[in-house]
Nanobody
């Protein structure tokens, strides 16, 4: 079984910064794509940023230039550095990983970490 555990959420003032981490553990053979998604109250889950195993990244237009996704393949960990935070960034942030366990590849999700941007 594979688990994704996020950390780093919290309350921050507009213009502030937070760094989210998500560590994958379990019977992992390899991890391909990793990503961060978010879901605000009353809204659908949306993709924030993705990163391939080779380090190629993609961002939602609303966070481009403010957020940076990175990963440490040796630690099976993905990070999201969030700068210049805005109230509209308030949401539960979930990490995602496409993980190969043995001969099969499946999608895994973390439980989510709350990010609140408010003065």
């Amino acid at each position: 079984q594979v688990q994704l555990v996020e950390s780093g959420g919290g309350l921050v003032q507009p213009g502030g910064s937070l760094r989210l981490s998500c560590a994958a553990s379990g019977s992992i053979f390899s991890i391909s794509d990793m990503a961060w998604y978010r879901q605000a109250p009353g809204k659908q889950r949306e993709s924030v940023a993705t990163i391939t195993s080779g380090g190629s990244t993609n961002y939602a237009p609303s966070v481009k230039g403010r957020f940076t996704i990175s990963r440490d393949n040796a630690k099976n960990t993905v990070y999201l550095q969030m700068n210049s935070l805005k109230p509209e960034d308030t949401a539960v942030y979930h990490c995602y990983a496409s993980v190969r366990v043995g001969a099969t590849r499946d999608d895994y999700w973390g439980q989510g970490t709350q990010v609140t941007v408010s003065s």
